[in-house]
Nanobody, 115 residues
Framework: QVQLVESGGGLVQPGESLRLSCAASGSIASIGTMGWYRRAPGKRRVLVAGITSTGSTNYAGDVKGRFTISRDNAKKTVHLQMNSLKLEDTAVYYC?????????WGQGTQVTVSS
């Protein structure tokens, strides 16, 4: 059983920053790509950023240059530094990981950007 636990969501004003963290635990023999998706109100879940076990990253176009994804392989954690947050970044953010060659998801953490 693999668990992903997110932390770091909250309420911020436009232009401010937040850092999301996700820790993987459980019986993990291997862990590959990790990353973040988000689901805005009334929309489907979309990729925000991903990072491979070797550190290669990819970002959605609307967050490139504002968000930075990183990971600590030893601690099995992935982080998302979100700067210059905009109203449209409001969403539930979900951590995901390919662990033991299967997809796993966190429960989600709410990020609200509001003035």
């Amino acid at each position: 059983q693999v668990q992903l636990v997110e932390s770091g969501g909250g309420l911020v004003q436009p232009g401010e920053s937040l850092r999301l963290s996700c820790a993987a635990s459980g019986s993990i023999a291997s862990i590959g790509t990790m990353g973040w998706y988000r689901r805005a109100p009334g929309k489907r879940r979309v990729l925000v950023a991903g990072i491979t076990s070797t550190g290669s990253t990819n970002y959605a176009g609307d967050v490139k240059g504002r968000f930075t994804i990183s990971r600590d392989n030893a601690k099995k954690t992935v982080h998302l530094q979100m700067n210059s947050l905009k109203l449209e970044d409001t969403a539930v953010y979900y951590c995901y990981a390919i662990a033991n060659y299967m997809d796993h998801w966190g429960q989600g953490t709410q990020v609200t950007v509001s003035s």
